[in-house]
């Protein structure tokens, strides 16, 4: 069992920053691969970035490479997003989320994430 907690959401101006953390329960989170995903409202939700159990591995949204930034401290059983340059699109719920399958790669794809936080609200106003 992992819970997922988010933090760091909130209001910013475009071109602004904001750092997303999402603390982790668990021993298993260690061996996780973690996505930060976030849905804008009438929108799918999507990958924004993954990263592998190490941290050797991280994967983006091409919408974001460049000015986001996914990385994890495992002692602190904690991931972070660090979100610069941001735009009004950026504008979403933003969640992280938990795949336990050991895999050589990250997934885009929600279905293999097995654990959800409950989401952090991030608005980008222009």
């Known amino acids: 069992q992992v819970q997922l907690v988010e933090s760091g959401g909130g209001y910013v101006q475009a071109g602004g920053s904001l750092r997303l953390s999402c603390a982790a329960s668990?021993?298993?989170?260690?061996?996780?691969?973690m996505g930060w995903f976030r849905q804008a409202p009438g929108k799918e939700r999507e990958l924004v970035a993954a990263?592998?159990?190490?941290?050797?591995?991280?994967d983006y949204a091409d919408s974001v490479k460049g000015r986001f930034t996914i990385s994890r401290d495992n002692t602190k059983n904690t991931v972070y997003l660090q979100m610069n340059s941001l735009k009004p699109e950026d504008t979403a719920v933003y969640y992280c989320?938990?795949?336990?399958?050991?895999?050589?790669?990250?997934?885009?794809?929600?279905?293999?994430?097995?654990?959800w936080g409950q989401g952090t609200q991030v608005t980008v106003s222009s």
């Open positions: 989320a938990a795949d336990l399958t050991i895999r050589s790669i990250v997934l885009r794809t929600r279905l293999a994430y097995d654990y």
């Open positions: 668990g021993r298993t989170f260690r061996s996780a691969a």
């Open positions: 990263i592998s159990w190490s941290g050797s591995t991280p």
